[in-house]
């Protein structure tokens, strides 16, 4: 996971040309996703009837269910009763997920477009009013006695929800009335969504006047220019954005602001006491086990962060290394461009090694176009696999430049794209894994794929620089989203007790948090400060950072039992997957012997990343 981050938001035919570069020709033909298997166009008949469909039964639903939920789970066989019901109303979630989930892929190939604009938009408000009669089946479900719901779970299929209900239910202390809840509801279109969707065409609208370029590039081309060898191009590559995000820092700052000021009033009405509380009890984790993770991980900024930029700051030749050099290639790296077959024919091989029939599940999104690799004007920058719904499967988007790391970014999303997949046929409201465990099968992907590269790796300064990589690689998905977690920690309690926070304050708060994790290798240079404002995560899902962080830790102790105990593990790694929603953390991870509420767990997790420095230092 690079500071690129991760955006959601679509792609046309015509791009297809205006998207070759330079390096074309190198890297092969790159994909472009086939959204047909959702629906074949924006005027579609197939779209239109779908809509009309969920429209009408959205409404019948609400008259026949609303106001006898209750009545129901006490009659005769209302177990029966109560899961007939949710089959309705997941069938209705599964409608509606493939009319959004296609809005929002079409709008993620191309945010700057007026009519996808249009259409995702208006699909958008649409959803929200049927979404709006459907409202009060969570509420009444969450006000059914606990002693009633005991005796209905007897029913068996009912019963087969109750991982569901569980997770439903926990929110029974944080709900309100039927109308303010229809108020939050219906506000999100001109609330929340509507400032996510500023951000969205705001930050790939921008362009970026990199001297030396013959035009203004886009910013998933010029963070790119961060990941050259060339030293002074990535300085002007930072200075390019620098100058341009400090010109745009009052609108990042007011969507900051009204995003926080949007989430303390929430959390106001519901009764959430800490900042981050709504986001845990969303990912199905304790705050104490955050709270563990987080502590353990700054802790160990000195062991891994700070003691690995020292040994980069040697490499290079330097005290300090400045900001732009962070992620500054070794002398020693292989700069070629991988062709995208190479990639493919990489991370393939890789799964093959662990489990043929993951590279089976992988293959399946390169054989038919489920994948989005092209880099195109418009098109939204960072990388994500988006699990649409279960009836179709899910659709992986990346920008693809020939890196070594987009070959490990092809490796974790696929791994996303697998356990989708795989979980899919838990249904549609039980297939969504917590996002504490969603970044598990994305992350062994990419260690997978690391350490079958790393096997073929004999020549010791290859060895070296592919090591240094995965180790920054790891800074950026431990240390630095546990450093994100932070200043948004931070930016959210100022905001909730000391009123709106300046541009200023909010570049004092980056740089302290920025500083305090990166150490005194790293030297971060006037206009640094404003680096903040593009993070999409703050904006499209507050506190999710973590779960970043969270994953890789895992990762690092799974992999150190299958290490251990190989016989097995896959049969139960798969197990894992396929559970999607319908276990707590605890649960899945017991069977590996495993437990995320002991804090040994997570400096186990960190002690991977210590292993590989140590390595790296005897090279």
């Not at 938001?9 to 020709?25: C, I, L, M, Q, R």
């Not at 000195?302 to 002398?331: C, E, F, Q, T």
């Not at 926070?501 to 994790?517: A, K, N, P």
């Amino acid at each position: 996971m690079s500071e690129t981050g991760t955006f959601f938001s679509p792609v046309f035919e015509t791009a297809v040309e205006k998207s070759a570069d330079k390096d074309g020709d190198v890297l092969g033909k790159l994909p472009q996703w086939n959204l047909d298997d959702l629906y074949p166009g924006m005027a579609c008949e197939a779209l239109t009837r779908d809509f009309d469909t969920c429209d009408e039964d959205a409404q019948n639903f609400q008259k026949t269910y609303k106001g006898h939920l209750e009545e129901l789970i006490k009659s005769r066989d209302g177990g029966a009763k109560i899961a007939g019901a949710i089959k309705a109303f997941e069938a209705l979630q599964e409608g509606l997920g493939r009319i959004i989930s296609y809005a929002g892929l079409l709008h993620a190939g191309d945010t700057v477009d007026p009519e996808i604009s249009k259409f995702y938009s208006d699909i958008r408000d649409r959803m929200t009013q049927i979404s709006t009669n459907l409202l009060f089946f969570s509420l009444e479900l969450n006000r059914i006695e606990d002693a009633d719901f005991e005796a209905a779970l007897e029913h068996r299929d009912l019963k087969y929800y109750e991982p569901w209900l569980i997770e439903l239910r926990k929110q029974r202390p944080f709900q309100l009335d039927d109308e303010i809840e229809r108020l939050f509801h219906e506000k999100n279109v001109t609330g929340r969504a509507s400032w996510s969707r500023l951000f969205n065409e705001t930050i790939n609208d921008l362009r970026f006047e990199v001297d030396g370029e013959e035009e203004p590039l886009p910013i998933e081309r010029t963070l790119n220019i961060l990941l050259e060898s060339d030293g002074l191009r990535r300085k002007k590559a930072s200075d390019a954005l620098a100058a341009t995000f400090k010109k745009n820092t009052r609108v990042f700052a007011l969507i900051t602001n009204t995003l926080a000021k949007d989430n303390e009033i929430s959390d106001q009405w519901r009764g959430f006491k800490d900042v981050a509380a709504s986001r845990h009890l969303a990912n199905s984790v304790e705050g104490e086990v955050v709270d563990a993770l987080e502590k353990a991980v700054r802790s160990a900024y000195p062991r891994i962060s700070h003691r690995y930029y020292r040994l980069k700051a040697k490499w290079m030749g330097v005290d300090s290394l400045m900001h732009w050099d962070r992620n500054a290639p070794l002398p020693e790296r292989d700069d070629r461009k991988v062709t995208w077959t190479e990639a493919r024919d990489t991370v393939l091989s890789a799964y093959s090694g662990f489990s043929p029939q993951m590279s089976d599940i992988a293959a399946q999104f390169f054989d038919h176009n489920w994948i989005d690799a092209q880099v195109r004007p418009g098109k939204s920058p960072g990388a994500f696999s988006h699990s649409t719904v279960p009836s179709v499967h899910p659709y992986v988007l990346m920008n693809y430049q020939g890196s070594a790391r987009d070959v490990m970014t092809l490796a974790h999303e696929l791994g996303h794209g697998v356990h989708q997949v795989l979980a899919g046929k838990q249904g549609a409201l039980m297939a969504s894994t917590p996002l504490t465990l969603a970044e598990t099968a994305s992350v062994f992907g990419e260690m997978l794929t690391f350490r079958s590269m790393l096997a073929k790796t004999k020549d010791p300064a290859a060895r070296k620089a592919l090591l240094a990589q995965k180790v920054e690689d790891m800074i950026n998905t431990v240390v630095r989203q546990i450093a994100f977690y932070s200043f948004e920690r931070k930016v959210h309690s100022e905001r909730r007790n000391g009123g709106e926070v300046t541009v200023e304050r909010l570049g004092e708060i980056w740089m302290e948090i920025q500083e305090e994790s990166l150490g005194s290798a790293i030297t971060c240079g006037e206009g640094y400060e404003n680096f903040w404002v593009y993070i999409p995560h703050f904006i499209h899902a507050p506190f999710y950072v973590y779960a970043y962080a969270f994953g890789d830790c895992l990762v690092n102790s799974l992999y150190a039992v299958y290490e251990e105990q190989p016989d097995g593990f896959v049969e139960k790694y798969f197990d894992m997957l396929k559970a999607g929603g319908t276990k707590h953390h605890s649960e899945l991870l017991k069977p590996f012997g495993l437990d995320a509420s002991d804090p040994e767990f997570w400096n186990r997790g960190l002690g991977v990343i210590e292993r590989f420095i140590d390595e790296l230092e005897t090279l």
